[in-house]
């Protein structure tokens, strides 16, 4: 059973950043599309960034584009989501996901998800 976790969410003020961090319990990190998603209260998941098998890809959504940086290290199983110039409007639960098809992202149906971690952006 692969096992995706998420951390480093937390609050921050309108304007500071912050970096999540997600790691996933597979054999092969690099036989993976790892995407982050998030859930505001009362609004659907929406995807924020995915990024192919070894980095090739990156997609951002609109909103997050020239704020957030995604990036993965395959040697330490780990995605991480650089996210500076956050907003009120950011705040949300992040989720991490992976799937086995190497170019997943948006529009695609993520296999493993993680608990979420809370970013709260205050003004």
């Known amino acids: 059973q692969v096992q995706v976790v998420e951390s480093g969410g937390g609050l921050v003020q309108a304007g500071g950043s912050l970096r999540l961090s997600c790691t996933a319990s597979?054999?092969?990190?690099?036989?993976?599309?790892m995407g982050w998603f998030r859930q505001a209260p009362g609004k659907e998941r929406e995807v924020v960034s995915c990024?192919?098998?070894?980095?090739?890809?990156?997609y951002y959504t609109d909103s997050v584009k020239g704020r957030f940086t995604i990036s993965r290290d395959n040697a330490k199983n780990t995605l991480y989501l650089q996210m500076n110039s956050l907003k009120p409007e950011d705040t949300a639960m992040y989720y991490c996901?992976?799937?086995?098809?190497?170019?997943?992202?948006?529009?695609?149906?993520?296999?493993?998800w993680g608990q979420g971690t809370q970013v709260t952006v205050s003004s």
């Open positions: 597979v054999l092969r990190f690099d036989g993976y599309a």
């Open positions: 990024i192919s098998w070894n980095g090739g890809i990156t």
């Open positions: 996901a992976a799937d086995e098809d190497e170019y997943a992202c948006a529009g695609a149906d993520f296999a493993y």
